[in-house]
């Protein structure tokens, strides 16, 4: 069992920068592609970054690419998500994602372990 622990959210203007880190449980760390997923509300769940076991590939949605970057530090058993210029529609709840394959998963049904979520609000 893997246990995912988001931290880093919470208010910021239109603009600036918040950093979330994700630190994960467990030995195999270093063999899981990693993933960040946000909920607004009433919405869907989606994809925004996600990284492959070793950081050799990375993949952002559209709406994310130039202004958000994920990173991993298998060391530290920690995946992160640095969020600058971020704007009101990046409100949400993010989740931080685990998948045992290694390779990015971008849908909520692809993830084996889910973090329990952190708040971002991004005020205009």
């Known amino acids: 069992q893997v246990q995912l622990v988001e931290s880093g959210g919470g208010l910021v203007q239109a603009g600036g920068s918040l950093r979330l880190s994700c630190a994960a449980s467990?030995?195999?760390?270093?063999?899981?592609?990693m993933g960040w997923f946000r909920q607004a509300p009433g919405k869907e769940r989606e994809f925004v970054a996600g990284?492959?076991?070793?950081?050799?590939?990375?993949d952002y949605v559209d709406s994310v690419k130039g202004r958000f970057t994920i990173s991993r530090d298998n060391a530290k058993n920690t995946v992160y998500l640095q969020m600058n210029s971020l704007r009101p529609e990046d409100t949400a709840v993010y989740y931080c994602?685990?998948?045992?394959?290694?390779?990015?998963?971008?849908?909520?049904?692809?993830?084996?372990?889910w973090g329990q979520g952190t708040q971002v609000t991004v005020s205009s």
């Open positions: 990284i492959d076991w070793n950081g050799g590939n990375l």
């Open positions: 994602a685990a998948n045992i394959l290694g390779v990015i998963i971008t849908t909520p049904s692809g993830v084996d372990y």
């Open positions: 467990g030995r195999t760390f270093a063999s899981y592609a």
